[in-house]
């Protein structure tokens, strides 16, 4: 079945660790996004990519790295600079050029928390 | 700034009654809007959009209205059912080529068996 994988499902870090968020697609999506859930808040994006080897900050793109090596792949990377990374991180895909209507497909998120 | 509002955090409904959840945006530049569906530890799942030449559009039992002039959108769902319990955000995008949602904080419906 074709979908969207985030891995792991629950991720600790202790403070002043980097840490990096897997996401990986199977759906031939061109665009891959990330975004993060705070209580309370929508969800914000991070970064996002649209083609191999190439990404865009985001809203909330201090304190944060991404890769785009693969077409499937955008791994997401949490630095020691992200002042409050403990919250729910979502990757997302869509077709580029499928049109604003279709929305994303979401994979199932990982709760990252700092100890 | 939150240029997408969801006023309504929870909302609770009798099983068959029907829903209504609220959306309200402040950048007229938007003309794309989408509703998602959240259970806990998923991720969303699309529902139902709506772009701005229309105000209304239909899926089985989710209907979306669109108040440009007000801008205001809202999700009916009828009959609501218990499965329908989970979070609802709704998302809004301009024009643009890069298709950047902004998202709303989100309602939680929990329908009443």
């Known amino acids: 079945d074709g979908g969207i994988t985030q891995s792991p499902k629950y991720l600790f870090r202790k403070e002043g660790q980097n840490v990096t968020l897997s996401c990986e697609q199977n759906?031939?999506?061109?665009?891959m996004y990330w975004y993060r859930q705070d209580p309370g808040q929508g969800l914000r994006l991070i970064y996002y990519s649209q083609i191999v080897n190439d990404f865009q900050k985001g809203d909330i793109a201090e304190g944060y790295s991404v890769s785009r090596e693969k077409k499937e792949s955008f791994p997401l990377t949490v630095t020691s600079a992200q002042k409050n990374p403990t919250a729910f991180y979502l990757c997302a895909s869509s077709i580029d050029g499928q049109g604003p209507l279709y929305g994303y497909t979401f994979g199932s998120g990982t709760r990252l928390t700092v100890v | 700034d939150q240029q997408v509002k969801q006023n309504s955090p929870s909302l609770s409904v009798q099983e068959g009654r029907i829903s209504i959840l609220n959306c309200d945006y402040t950048n007229s530049m938007f003309d794309y809007f989408l509703w998602y569906k959240k259970y806990p530890a998923e991720g969303p799942t699309f529902l139902i959009s709506i772009s701005s030449i229309k105000d209304k559009n239909e899926d089985g039992r989710f209907t979306v209205f669109l108040n440009k002039s007000a801008k205001h959108l809202s999700l009916h769902i009828v009959p609501s059912q218990p499965g329908d319990s989970a979070v609802y955000f709704c998302?809004?995008?301009?024009?643009?080529?890069?298709?950047?949602?902004?998202f709303g904080t989100g309602t939680r419906l929990k329908v009443l068996a």
């Open positions: 759906l031939n999506h061109d665009a």
């Open positions: 998302a809004a995008s301009p024009t643009s080529g890069t298709y950047k949602y902004i």
